[in-house]
Structures are given as structure tokens and as C-alpha cells.
């Protein structure tokens, strides 16, 4: 599993994909919820499934700190509806 490292006064989650390479989740929080804003995974490193990583990811860590997921993020809105397992985190 990659490590995720919460950056509160950056509002964002970000995940060593390679070395010096990271993803990262864009939020708010509001009332216990992430509400995550936008991904980007590196350019060099799109198309090879890393979107998943960084939701995994995410996704558990937001688990482990009893907190919701909102979405203001197209992909984070399509993985979540295709990911079922995780819909107890919805708002």
C-alpha cells in the first residue's frame, strides 16, 4: 500500500507514487468531511492506473480518521459511484 500524507495548511492529500513523483487530492474540510476539489497524478506517470492508487489511498486514510467523502471532482465522483465498497464514506 503508498503512503499518504495529509498536509492540513495545504488542504491536500498526497501519495509517493515513484520516487520524487506524487499525486494528490485537492479538499475542503467542512464539518467532518473531505470534500475533495481536484487529483492530478504527474503527467509522465498518467494512464497506468495511479488514479486508483491515489483513491485507495485517500479513501482508507479518511476511513481511519472516521471522516466522510464529498466530491467536487469529476474522477473522484466516478470512482465512487463505481467502487461500492466505499459508499459508506459518501455524504
Not at 500524507?5 to 513523483?21: G, I, P, W
Request: negative net charge; proline residues 1%; hydrophobic residues 40%.
Amino acid at each position: 500500500m503508498h503512503e499518504v500524507t495529509l498536509d492540513q495548511a495545504q488542504q491536500q492529500f498526497s501519495v509517493q507514487l515513484e520516487e520524487n513523483k506524487f499525486a494528490i487530492a485537492k479538499f475542503r474540510y467542512e464539518n467532518g468531511v473531505y470534500i475533495i476539489t481536484s487529483t492530478q497524478v504527474p503527467a509522465a506517470l498518467q494512464g497506468r492506473g495511479f488514479g486508483q492508487v491515489l483513491m485507495e489511498a485517500v479513501l482508507n486514510e479518511i476511513n481511519k480518521r472516521d471522516a466522510k467523502i464529498g466530491s467536487e471532482c469529476s474522477f473522484v465522483t466516478r470512482y465512487l459511484e463505481r467502487n461500492e465498497q466505499w459508499h459508506y464514506l459518501q455524504v
